[in-house]
Every structure is written in structure tokens, then in C-alpha cells.
């Protein structure tokens, strides 16, 4: 016969359940569920806003990645390669780099990365 077992879910919705029914202050639920309490009052502000979905897990990948090379700069990278052909990455992010001093280019090694995924 398999144990009994919650899911973490389970035990959300049971936190929830306790806090509203008001037997229970944060600090009575943070030891019998064996959370913090910040975490408590990180799942009752999702509850309030979004309900049960709130209390779901959610996704911890990150909205955005602050080194990646923008777009624009790849564009021009391989607009400079496609007129010149035989050059490699370092002679081309050079050009770049004395045409559009402005600019902020890559590394040689990062150009070189690009112009091997673009073919």
C-alpha cells in the first residue's frame, strides 16, 4: 500500500486555507508547514491576485539576458562581412570599430561566433 503524500500544491492550498480561515497567525503556519515567513506572504499576495493559479510553480528562467549582443550590431556584422568575404572576424570588427567608433562591438572570439551560426 503507497504512503500518503502531498503535493507541494496540496499544502499551498491547505496554507491558504488555514491563513483565511483565521485560526492560525503567519507565524503558527510558518512552523507547521515548515516555511518561512516571507514565503507565506508571497503565496497569500499570489493568491490574492491571481487564486489557486498563483500558488502554482513558476517558472524561474530569467525575462531577459543583459550581455547578450544586440540584434542591430549582429546586422551590421554580417552586412560588413557579406561585402567583404575574405576577411575574418578581427579585421572585420577593426573596420567596425573605426567606421562606428560609438558603438560598443564585440570581441574578435564573440564575431567570429556569430559568423559561424550565420554560415
Do not use: F
Not at 531577459?64 to 549582443?69: A, E, G, I, L, W
Amino acid at each position: 500500500m503507497p504512503w500518503n503524500q502531498e503535493s507541494p500544491m496540496d499544502q499551498r492550498v491547505k496554507l491558504v486555507s488555514d491563513w483565511l480561515g483565521g485560526s492560525y497567525t503567519k507565524s503558527q503556519l510558518s512552523r507547521r508547514y515548515g516555511v518561512s515567513r516571507p514565503t507565506i506572504d508571497k503565496w497569500l499576495e499570489r493568491y490574492a491576485a491571481l487564486g489557486v493559479d498563483g500558488l502554482k510553480e513558476q517558472s524561474r528562467k530569467p525575462l531577459n539576458c543583459p550581455h547578450q549582443t544586440p540584434d542591430e550590431i549582429i546586422a551590421k556584422l554580417l552586412a560588413k562581412k557579406n561585402e567583404h568575404p575574405d576577411r575574418g572576424p578581427k579585421q572585420i570588427i577593426d573596420r567596425l570599430r573605426v567606421s562606428d567608433s560609438h558603438i560598443q562591438w564585440p570581441a574578435a572570439s564573440t564575431a567570429g561566433e556569430w559568423l559561424k551560426k550565420a554560415g
